[in-house]
């Protein structure tokens, strides 16, 4: 018990001095929008494929069920997949992948220059490096993590499409027509919501893991898979608690 | 001149430094050695404020690094140049970006001006035409001439290296060693290097301070550890009985 306060004393102490005053902002932009591109342009195959599939699974699942009950009509499908991706799967999913892939990715690159004293000799330079090495992440992933979800959502719906058409349930018109019926900002607003908090609890925890590694590279291992778990089961309550406050 | 004062650090129950004066001094290689796990990297960590020493203070020509806030440790650090034992060259960038990377963060100098002095250090220790390779596709010894241009870049006042000639062979660790005396001599740099190669001891050891068991057990000149002929410190220098036995054997 003592450790986890021990611990998330230390990860506010980091986090504090991640967005203390940068000594030359250029510098900090350009390792941002570095940071962005690779967790960006990494992340959007595996992301789209999956967002991809989703849809179209939720549309042939609800298209089987809608089937039994034969009063539904079956445009509704659309209106359905269009819920569905932007209130829960796009965000969940997509920040379930994230902490797979950009989570670990931070987590170990972290580890690795903490062990070959990299971060070491950030810090005699004279170079602020909670600043330097963790802000640029964590704003490049709140920034991205959003249109990575927007994306997921287009995709999704797209994946939707297809799907009902190879299967036979809908006509194009009648879907695009679900997917724009009862259309509600506040769903897109909850939405963004999620993810720039996840953007924001993936990142930090895993820069949070990575930064602080001692050892070898068995730490290393140790720590991205924590960082991957951790913020999994973080990310995961705090959707929780956004959809029980806002919904 | 660095000089510290009675410098005690521990790690958890473990006493590794009880208790180390020195001074270092300008225009001078000075060494530290020991036999691995003697505490050189910790006093060389504590001298640059990497570790926190629990006790003592270090002087960088009169200023008190260990009475000094963030800030103030941050102007001190700009005329500190370090080679790490491991090199620590950051592997996602080539090899002129590492070295130009203090420019980039701490000056204003335009591209042109930035390049000049990376290209003039790269040469210095005699690496032309590497700039766009990265750390990963770097010999030892390249990787150690990297980090040596790196750590000058800024035209420090004070020079830190950490075995700057482990894992190289004989003759490329003597080149790196005279490397290391030259830039010392030609800027005046204070020069502090942790080494266990009697080759260097012998080579550039204008000062030689002697840790055993946390403390300083010994110190003076390359000249005048030749004339030891017992103790931990001739333990160390003649480690095998064949040294031992050519050292006793031998006139002077
Ligand atoms: N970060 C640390 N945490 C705990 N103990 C440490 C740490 N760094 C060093 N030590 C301990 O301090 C002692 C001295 O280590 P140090 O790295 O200074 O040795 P060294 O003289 O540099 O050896 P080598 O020649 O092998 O590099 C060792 O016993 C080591 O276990
Ligand atoms: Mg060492």
Known sequence: ?247 | MIEIKNIKKNFGSQQVLKGISASFENGKCNLIIGKSGSGKTVTLKCMVGLFEPDEGTIMYDGRNITEMDFHARKDIRREIGMLFQGTALFDSLTVEENVQFPLDMFTNQTAAEKLERVNFCLGRVNLPNTNKKYPGELSGGMKKRVGIARAIVMNPKYLFCDEPNSGLDPKTAIVIDHLIKEITLEYNMTTVINTHDMNSVMGIGDKVVFLHEGLKYWEGTNKQIMEITDGELFDFIFASDFLKDLRRNAKY
């Open chain 1, 1 to 247: 018990m003592l450790k986890i306060f021990e611990q998330l004393g230390g990860f506010l102490t980091l986090m504090y001095s991640a967005f203390s005053k940068p000594e030359k902002a250029q510098m900090y932009w350009k390792e941002t929008f570095r940071q962005a591109k690779d967790i960006g342009v990494g992340s959007l195959p595996i992301i789209a494929i999956v967002s991809t599939f989703i849809g179209g699974v939720s549309a042939v699942q609800f298209a089987y069920q809608f089937r039994s009950i034969s009063l539904v009509p079956m445009w509704w499908i659309g209106s359905i997949v269009r819920k569905g991706m932007i209130l829960e799967l796009a965000p969940t999913v997509s920040a379930l992948l994230l902490a797979g892939k950009v989570g670990s990715n931070i987590a170990s690159e972290l580890g690795t220059m903490r062990i070959s004293e990299q971060i070491d000799a950030y810090e005699i330079m004279g170079v602020n490096t909670p600043a330097y090495l963790i802000g640029p992440k964590i704003a490049a992933s709140v920034i991205v993590v959003p249109m990575l979800v927007v994306i997921a959502v287009a995709l999704g719906i797209v994946g939707g499409w297809g799907a009902g058409l190879l299967g036979g349930f809908f006509s194009t018109t009648e879907y695009f027509r679900g997917v724009q019926d009862g259309f509600d900002g506040y769903d897109v607003f909850i939405m963004l919501v999620k993810a720039v908090l996840f953007g924001f609890t993936l990142s930090s925890i895993s820069c949070y893991k990575g930064f602080t590694v001692q050892g070898g590279a068995v730490e290393i291992g140790k720590s991205s898979t924590q960082a991957v778990v951790l913020s999994s089961i973080v990310m995961m309550i705090v959707n929780f608690f956004v959809a029980f406050l806002l919904l």
